[in-house]
């Protein structure tokens, strides 16, 4: 049986608190949290904006140790311990993975919570890299009763798993 790939997946601000959201993919309509500050046209480096826009999903990184390999056609990895992303904006590897410990900032991948169980880079200042424009957004999986993030769009374990099954590598985010 042939899966069914989501084309666009929308994400659109509440009006009623800026860092919430919802996700619209196909029927599918999953609680979304947004970064502190709302969903911002021009984003900065710390600013808690998530970015409007469209993006490709370009990966998933995955914990294997915190559940089976996740059903989807995008391309995947797992999360190793030394799994970094660095958020230094005077660095030559700003806003690329990088192998932890690392000489300039960057944040861990590998966490004790379980927002980055399942990560899906969704290529944000990517190409080319911009120097405090804004690093490591994704979407992951959000904190218990959707607390803001820094600035990525997540969604609870279970609706990452449900959009997982139906995006793939031609899938595009669109946040409004």
Known sequence: MKRTTIHVLHVHGSPLDPARGVIVAGALRLPCALGRSGIATVKREGDGHTPRGRFRLKCLTYRADRGPRPRSSLPMRVTRRDDGWCDAPGDR????????????????????????????????????RIPGRGSAIFLHIARPGFKPTEGCVAVDAKAIRRLLAVIGPDTILAIH
Do not use: F, K, Q
């Open 93 to 128: 590897r700003y806003n690329c993975p990088v192998v932890l410990p690392y000489p300039a900032s960057a944040e861990a991948m590998w966490r004790d919570d379980h927002l980055y169980d399942a990560v899906i880079d969704i290529a944000w200042n990517r190409g080319p």
